[in-house]
């Protein structure tokens, strides 16, 4: 158990819909990241919050946004779902900034299907 | 564009045999790689790391060495272990062009047959 939570585990919607996930990093990190992995793709970027703020985008969406609360947890937001959405949403946190030598924790995943 | 690649889905392996799996990237400004082990239903697990300022780095029976002229990197097990089967990511990072975050492989699929 890495101590990184992500809700729900699964979830299945239909085209033109708006989710949102959520992660809980582990005690006391104050980064988050958030991946997707879709259908034999590696994990590809999509953002990552330090202490609230924005720190760094990757290959994320116009439709897709996220934000870091005041007690660190993170929600992704996925609006105008489309049948490629479909992958599963790594959150993984660390205790700093993030460098690159900066052990990142993952959680299980939420999978998300569109239909 | 993926910038790192593992170009072997899968790979299987007798209990006790060598397991080497294989990474390769195109970026040259990534200087620390990484592997990641994922069980199903599960995220991925950090396993091990290494800077470009080395070309080995061993840990227990987990070894990663590093091909810099060849952008390449690879990832032996020995003795490999039943509880060694899950799926393998390599990862990259660096300064520059990279923007200081993780890009992974698409992952090998590891089975250690008993």
């Not at chain 1, 929600?75 to 105008?80: A, F, G, P, Y």
């Given at each position: 158990d890495s101590g990184v939570t992500q809700t729900p585990k699964h979830l299945i919607t239909a085209t033109g819909q708006r989710v949102t996930l959520r992660c809980s990093?582990?005690?006391g990190d104050l980064s988050v990241y958030w991946y997707q992995q879709s259908l034999d793709?590696?994990?590809?970027f999509l953002i990552h919050y330090y202490n609230g703020e924005e720190r760094a985008k990757g290959n994320i969406l116009e439709r897709f946004s996220?934000?870091?609360f005041p007690d660190l947890h993170s929600?992704?937001?996925?609006?105008?779902l489309e049948l490629g959405d479909s992958a599963l949403y790594f959150c993984a946190s660390s205790v700093?900034?993030?460098?690159?030598?900066?052990?990142?924790?993952?959680?299980?995943?939420?999978?998300?299907?569109?239909l | 564009d993926q910038q790192v690649k593992q170009n072997s889905p899968s790979l299987s392996v007798q209990e006790g045999r060598i397991s080497i799996?294989?990474?390769d990237y195109t970026n040259s400004m990534?200087?620390?790689?990484?592997?990641?082990?994922?069980?199903?239903?599960?995220g991925p697990t950090f396993l091990i790391s290494i800077s470009s300022i080395k070309d080995k780095n061993e840990d227990g029976r987990f070894t990663v060495f590093l091909n810099k002229s060849a952008k390449h990197l690879s990832l032996h097990i020995v003795p490999s272990?039943?509880?060694?089967?899950a799926v393998y990511f390599c990862a990259a990072s660096g300064g520059g062009n990279t923007g200081n975050q993780f890009y992974f492989g698409t992952g090998t699929s590891l089975t250690v047959i008993p």
């Open positions: 990093p582990r005690s793709q590696g994990l590809q996220a934000q870091q929600e992704l937001n996925l609006s105008s700093a900034l993030g460098g690159k030598q900066e052990t990142q924790y993952f959680g299980p995943g939420t999978r998300l299907l569109v | 799996l294989n990474c990534f200087d620390y790689f990484l592997w990641y082990k994922k069980y199903p239903a599960e272990q039943p509880g060694d089967s």
